[in-house]
Protein backbone atom coordinates (compact mmCIF):
# COMPACT_ATOMS: atom_id res chain seq x y z
CA UNK A 1 0.00 0.00 0.00
CA UNK A 2 0.96 3.69 -0.53
CA UNK A 3 -0.34 7.06 0.52
CA UNK A 4 0.26 10.72 -1.77
CA UNK A 5 -0.03 13.92 -0.60
CA UNK A 6 0.50 16.35 -3.01
CA UNK A 7 1.48 20.01 -2.05
CA UNK A 8 2.65 23.28 -3.67
CA UNK A 9 -0.21 24.38 -5.79
CA UNK A 10 -1.82 27.73 -6.13
CA UNK A 11 -2.64 31.22 -7.01
CA UNK A 12 0.23 32.27 -9.73
CA UNK A 13 0.73 34.87 -12.16
CA UNK A 14 1.28 34.06 -16.23
CA UNK A 15 4.98 33.94 -16.65
CA UNK A 16 5.60 32.01 -12.99
CA UNK A 17 6.93 29.27 -12.07
CA UNK A 18 5.80 26.81 -9.52
CA UNK A 19 6.84 23.31 -7.68
CA UNK A 20 4.56 20.69 -6.60
CA UNK A 21 5.35 18.16 -4.48
CA UNK A 22 3.99 14.74 -3.57
CA UNK A 23 5.27 13.06 -0.29
CA UNK A 24 4.89 9.09 -0.39
CA UNK A 25 4.53 6.79 1.88
CA UNK A 26 3.59 3.17 3.04
CA UNK A 27 5.44 -0.11 2.00
CA UNK A 28 8.56 -0.14 0.37
CA UNK A 29 7.75 -2.96 -2.00
CA UNK A 30 5.13 -0.29 -3.43
CA UNK A 31 7.57 1.99 -4.50
CA UNK A 32 10.44 0.00 -6.07
CA UNK A 33 10.73 -0.89 -9.43
CA UNK A 34 7.42 1.20 -9.75
CA UNK A 35 6.61 4.08 -12.52
CA UNK A 36 5.67 7.68 -10.58
CA UNK A 37 3.19 10.09 -12.96
CA UNK A 38 1.97 13.38 -13.16
CA UNK A 39 -1.38 14.00 -14.32
CA UNK A 40 -3.78 16.75 -14.37
CA UNK A 41 -7.85 17.61 -14.55
CA UNK A 42 -9.26 20.72 -16.41
CA UNK A 43 -12.06 21.61 -15.52
CA UNK A 44 -14.73 20.20 -17.76
CA UNK A 45 -11.66 18.08 -19.35
CA UNK A 46 -10.41 14.49 -18.73
CA UNK A 47 -7.50 13.75 -16.97
CA UNK A 48 -4.30 14.62 -18.87
CA UNK A 49 -1.24 12.84 -18.82
CA UNK A 50 1.71 15.20 -17.98
CA UNK A 51 4.88 13.08 -17.37
CA UNK A 52 6.23 9.88 -15.70
CA UNK A 53 9.35 8.56 -13.60
CA UNK A 54 11.14 5.29 -13.18
CA UNK A 55 11.85 5.18 -9.09
CA UNK A 56 14.27 2.30 -9.53
CA UNK A 57 16.81 3.85 -12.40
CA UNK A 58 14.66 7.89 -13.08
CA UNK A 59 13.83 7.68 -16.38
CA UNK A 60 10.87 10.22 -17.54
CA UNK A 61 8.85 10.82 -20.14
CA UNK A 62 6.12 13.82 -20.80
CA UNK A 63 3.20 14.08 -22.73
CA UNK A 64 2.74 17.15 -25.22
CA UNK A 65 1.61 19.64 -23.08
CA UNK A 66 4.53 18.78 -20.28
CA UNK A 67 7.71 18.46 -22.51
CA UNK A 68 8.60 21.89 -23.32
CA UNK A 69 7.95 23.71 -19.83
CA UNK A 70 7.56 21.37 -17.15
CA UNK A 71 10.33 18.57 -15.05
CA UNK A 72 9.12 15.61 -13.38
CA UNK A 73 11.96 14.28 -10.42
CA UNK A 74 12.67 11.94 -7.62
CA UNK A 75 14.32 12.29 -4.50
CA UNK A 76 14.18 8.43 -3.35
CA UNK A 77 16.11 9.65 0.05
CA UNK A 78 12.88 11.56 0.90
CA UNK A 79 10.15 9.74 -1.11
CA UNK A 80 9.66 12.48 -2.69
CA UNK A 81 8.40 13.49 -6.16
CA UNK A 82 8.32 16.49 -7.70
CA UNK A 83 6.66 18.47 -10.69
CA UNK A 84 8.61 21.53 -11.84
CA UNK A 85 6.32 24.18 -13.94
CA UNK A 86 7.90 27.30 -15.60
CA UNK A 87 6.01 29.86 -17.83
CA UNK A 88 3.09 29.13 -16.64
CA UNK A 89 0.04 29.80 -18.78
CA UNK A 90 -3.78 30.45 -17.80
CA UNK A 91 -4.54 27.10 -19.46
CA UNK A 92 -2.35 25.07 -17.22
CA UNK A 93 -5.31 25.76 -14.43
CA UNK A 94 -6.09 22.58 -12.90
CA UNK A 95 -6.14 20.21 -10.20
CA UNK A 96 -2.86 18.21 -10.19
CA UNK A 97 -2.37 14.75 -9.37
CA UNK A 98 0.68 12.39 -8.63
CA UNK A 99 0.38 8.85 -8.99
CA UNK A 100 2.11 5.57 -8.39
CA UNK A 101 2.03 2.15 -9.96
CA UNK A 102 0.77 2.29 -13.07
CA UNK A 103 2.23 2.18 -16.63
CA UNK A 104 3.24 5.13 -18.48
CA UNK A 105 0.29 7.37 -19.55
CA UNK A 106 -2.65 5.16 -18.59
CA UNK A 107 -4.16 6.56 -15.93
CA UNK A 108 -6.77 3.87 -15.50
CA UNK A 109 -3.42 1.41 -14.38
CA UNK A 110 -2.04 3.69 -11.52
CA UNK A 111 -3.61 1.74 -8.22
CA UNK A 112 -2.49 5.20 -5.59
CA UNK A 113 -3.47 8.36 -6.27
CA UNK A 114 -3.22 11.82 -4.52
CA UNK A 115 -5.91 14.15 -3.01
CA UNK A 116 -4.83 16.61 -6.12
CA UNK A 117 -3.43 20.17 -5.39
CA UNK A 118 -5.10 22.81 -7.35
CA UNK A 119 -2.73 25.30 -9.01
CA UNK A 120 -4.80 27.92 -10.99
CA UNK A 121 -2.64 30.53 -13.30
CA UNK A 122 -4.12 33.93 -13.82
CA UNK A 123 -3.56 36.41 -16.74
Known amino acids: QAQLDESGGGLVQAGDSLTLSCAVS??????????AAWFRRSEGKEREFLAT????????SYGPSAAERFTISLDTASNTLYLQMTQLKPEDTAVYYCALGGVTSYSASYPYWGQGTQVTVSS
Open 26 to 35: GSASSRDGAT
Open 53 to 60: IHWNDQIT
